[in-house]
């Protein structure tokens, strides 16, 4: 075992979606310092301009699109000859009370958050079962997937699927592939800040026994602990990092 989990993650080949903003980037940042290959998946094509960091590189796919997912993978095959950790972290928030929900609203969020997860879970579940390595699969849950949040009904039931099926794949791919669903509570991030307030972030603080919202990084560093020689233990679980929120 290497003497840190960032320096097991060294020459890995590491996708990252929604790689180009928020949690994903900083995702993209950790693993491109520890020396792995890292590509960022996103949608947002001036984002992925405009992300600038050694040892990554960015293509344009949408997850919510099982042929873009699937075209994008085939890339991978023929630059980097397969892959080693695939992270499903795109997602997509709104706040709606579950009475105001329209179907629309309810859809897109399931084709992104969930259906979205699955596809590229999948295709890098393949790849990965296909080498003679295996590898790491993580994806992004959240605390809205363990506990009732009130208007993100639809975000919350996303959620909890990707919790399931983590749980299911990591059954299914074993011993091969380890498979993790990452479960963040409140982070300060760009998605965040557009739909609190100051003052409900003063609220939210105030509640957390951290008294904080968990940084980009913060989180990002626990995506390379479990894809690294120092989790190799760790599968099947929905790993809670929320500064105490749940307890």
């Not at 310092?33 to 094509?45: I, Y």
């Not at 590898?135 to 993100?152: D, E, R």
């Not at 690294?228 to 233990?233: E, F, I, K, R, V």
């Amino acid at each position: 075992m290497s003497d840190a989990p960032d320096e097991s993650s060294r020459g890995k080949r590491v996708v990252v979606t929604g790689g180009a903003s928020g949690i994903g980037r900083a995702i993209v940042e950790r693993f491109a310092r520890a020396g792995a290959r890292v590509v960022a998946f996103d949608w947002d094509k001036a984002a992925l301009a405009a992300l600038d960091v050694a040892g990554a590189s960015g293509q344009h796919v949408d997850v919510s699109d099982p042929d873009s997912v699937a075209s994008a993978f085939a890339t991978l095959d023929d630059e980097w000859g397969g892959v080693d950790v695939v992270i499903a972290n795109a997602g997509i928030s709104s706040r709606v009370g579950v009475l105001d929900l329209t179907p629309a609203d309810w859809q897109r969020m399931l084709d992104v958050n969930l259906s979205g997860v699955f596809y590229v879970a999948q295709e890098g579940g393949r790849r990965l079962m296909a080498s003679e390595a295996g590898g790491v699969i993580l994806v992004m849950g959240s605390t809205n997937g363990i506990t009732g949040h009130p208007h993100y009904a639809h975000y919350n039931a996303a959620k909890a699927g990707v919790i399931a099926l983590a749980k299911t794949m990591a059954l299914e791919l074993a011993p091969k592939v380890r498979v993790n669903a990452i479960c963040p509570g409140y982070v300060l991030t760009d998605m965040q800040r557009a739909e609190y307030t100051d003052e409900m972030l003063a609220v939210v603080n105030e509640g957390l026994p951290l008294k904080r919202h968990a940084s980009p990084d913060e989180v990002a560093r626990l995506f390379v602990f479990l894809a690294s020689d120092w989790g190799a233990y760790i599968t099947g679980q929905a790993v809670v990092i929320d500064g105490g929120e749940l307890a």
